[in-house]
């Protein structure tokens, strides 16, 4: 009884032997491993979603600026400044993008690692099964059929049967276990290939974004130099109140200031506006005030007459200047100054065409991005009722079969 029960316990204590090595090198690795059980919860998704919403707001604040966006210089300023705020947040986005893609390629080439190391481990598991196979297994049979009194190469049909259908039940088994690690391999590389597409599409949406905002800084740009432009115009513009050379009447007027001031000949010539000639006019006042006090106290017998020379220059001198005010020409604005303002206005009927299309295309964008997340959360699920509870996974099968019938059918 010793000497039967002997081989059996043998292949008993190589089959579990054969079973626990395979669990070990094969199955604890992949249920070990942080970036599986990472996938397996859905744990990768959320950067995503940071990025994109971070994208969202990159755009709203572009069109806050769009909005405010004027031509005068200090909100020019203020438009620099958040440009400024919108490339510093481009550039961290940006870093963020290649530190997901530095991770992506690191997981990337630490599965490729595992999974060369378990082809090694499972190549080195194929010598010991066809040992196992062709020696250890014949050696026990032919035990058995001596314990049994019958020879097995003489036709014993039972003890035949029954190495075939041990030897197919193993084989049966390997072979699941081979397509169920097939299966976890091909879900993996699945899984890292949709990350890596949505971190490339990411990468495409912000390099959009960064032309948009080039164009933006190229408009501003132009914007700032057609403001240039204005200044520089407007200061070609004449002083306003300069006497014009054809304006006989107001030289006429300054004229006889200076005939009427003998001792300040040589001043009558730097007074070229009708400023100056007000000012003239309030020195003259000045200087009655001095012959009045003159009259009164040195010339009592001159003081009438020249006060009524005096009324008389000053009124008719207040004559024509207000007569000079109301048939004065206007000052018309110069023409490349119209020039720049027509096409200054030209460009912001573009600017304003542009950042509509603009606006659309984002709504159009906020759209896809909207029903992206529940894409790649339906995917997740699937991917982790597959290992976790394929039960549940069959059920959902079942019910969409069932509602497409129906359909179908109606």
């Given amino acids: 009884?010793?000497?039967?029960?002997?081989?059996?316990?043998?292949?008993?204590?190589?089959?579990?032997?054969?079973?626990?090595?395979?669990?070990?090198?094969?199955?604890?690795?992949?249920?070990?491993?942080?970036?599986?059980?990472?996938?397996?919860?859905?744990?990768?998704?959320?950067?995503?979603?940071?990025?994109?919403?971070?994208?969202?707001?990159?755009?709203?604040?572009?069109?806050?600026?769009?909005?405010?966006?004027?031509?005068?210089?200090?909100?020019?300023?203020?438009?620099?400044?958040e440009n400024a705020k919108q490339q510093a947040i481009l550039i961290s986005l940006k870093a963020q993008v290649t530190s997901d893609e530095a991770h992506i390629h690191l997981d990337l080439h630490s599965l490729r690692r595992k999974h060369a190391e378990l082809v090694g481990e499972l190549s080195n598991l194929y010598p010991k099964e066809e040992k196992l196979l062709s020696e250890t297994i014949p050696d026990l049979c032919w035990e058995l059929a001596q314990l049994q009194d019958t020879y097995i190469l003489q036709g014993d049909y039972d003890l035949k049967v029954m190495r075939q259908e041990y030897y197919i039940n193993r084989q049966k088994a390997f072979i699941n276990h081979l397509i169920n690690q097939l299966a976890r391999h091909q879900f993996l590389k699945i899984a890292c290939w949709l990350e890596k597409k949505t971190m490339l599409e990411a990468y495409s949406l912000l390099k959009v974004i960064e032309s948009e905002l080039q164009g933006y800084l190229s408009a501003t740009k132009g914007r700032v130099g057609r403001c240039l432009a204005l200044?520089?115009?407007?200061?070609?513009?004449?002083?306003?109140?300069?006497?014009?050379?054809?304006?006989?009447?107001?030289?006429?007027?300054?004229?006889?200031?200076s005939i009427h001031s003998n001792a300040q000949v040589g001043l009558s010539t730097t007074y070229v506006s009708a400023p100056g000639i007000v000012q003239q006019t309030s020195g003259l006042q000045s200087d009655l005030m001095i012959l009045q006090s003159d009259l009164e106290n040195a010339l009592p017998e001159d003081r009438n007459r020249?006060?009524?020379?005096?009324?008389?220059?000053?009124?008719?001198?207040?004559?024509?200047?207000?007569?000079?005010?109301?048939?004065?020409?206007p000052i018309l604005t110069p023409r490349p100054l119209m020039k720049e303002l027509d096409e200054m206005e030209k460009i912001?009927?573009?600017?304003?065409?542009?950042?509509?299309?603009?606006?659309?295309?984002?709504?159009?964008?906020?759209?896809?991005?909207?029903?992206?997340?529940?894409?790649?959360?339906?995917?997740?699920?699937?991917?982790?009722?597959?290992?976790?509870?394929?039960?549940?996974?069959?059920?959902?099968?079942?019910?969409?079969?069932?509602?497409?019938?129906?359909?179908?059918?109606?």
């Fill in 231 to 257: 200044i520089q115009a407007t200061s070609d513009v004449q002083e306003q109140g300069a006497v014009d050379d054809r304006d006989t009447f107001l030289h006429g007027v300054r004229d006889l200031l």
């Fill in 1 to 81: 009884m010793v000497a039967f029960s002997s081989p059996l316990t043998k292949l008993s204590l190589l089959d579990s032997f054969g079973s626990s090595n395979i669990n070990r090198l094969i199955v604890s690795p992949l249920e070990g491993d942080p970036q599986y059980r990472m996938l397996a919860r859905g744990e990768v998704a959320p950067m995503a979603l940071l990025t994109y919403k971070r994208e969202v707001s990159i755009s709203i604040q572009d069109k806050r600026i769009l909005h405010r966006f004027g031509t005068s210089e200090r909100q020019w300023v203020e438009a620099q400044v």
């Fill in 348 to 410: 912001n009927a573009k600017l304003s065409a542009a950042v509509e299309e603009v606006t659309l295309q984002h709504c159009k964008k906020n759209e896809i991005v909207k029903h992206h997340s529940q894409e790649v959360g339906f995917q997740r699920r699937v991917f982790v009722d597959f290992f976790c509870n394929p039960e549940r996974l069959t059920n959902q099968v079942k019910e969409l079969t069932a509602r497409v019938r129906a359909l179908q059918a109606s």
């Fill in 306 to 329: 020249c006060i009524n020379e005096l009324c008389t220059l000053i009124q008719s001198l207040q004559q024509l200047l207000f007569s000079s005010s109301t048939t004065a020409q």
